[in-house]
């Protein structure tokens, strides 16, 4: 894991969350895999596991990099724009 040159742009402190689950995914009547939570915004999309991967649409639709786990116990982020873990 290492630091990407997005993680440095990121708000501090980081947004509160927008929802407690994936609220696109209620919309479609789907339930969601994990979580992801958007580290610019606050957004919560569902993993790339899920169906409708809205985590994923969440960054193709704003650019926001990086995004964490929003699962209980797991502190890890990804970066879309580098391709790996920070």
């Known amino acids: 894991m290492s630091e990407c040159t ?3 742009e990121l708000p501090r402190p ?4 927008l929802s407690a689950t994936c609220l696109e995914c ?3 009547g789907s339930h ?3 979580l ?16 409708f991967r809205h ?14 786990t929003f699962e209980p116990g797991e502190s890890w982020r990804w970066c879309f724009v580098d391709q ?3």
């Open 36 to 51: 992801r939570k958007c580290r610019v915004c606050g957004h919560v999309g569902c993993c790339d596991s899920s169906p």
């Open 84 to 86: 790996k873990l920070v």
């Open 6 to 8: 997005h993680v440095a």
């Open 26 to 28: 209620l919309a479609a």
């Open 32 to 34: 969601p895999v994990q």
């Open 55 to 68: 985590a994923t649409r969440h960054f193709e639709e704003t650019g926001h990099p990086v995004m964490r």
């Open 14 to 17: 980081e947004p509160a969350p």
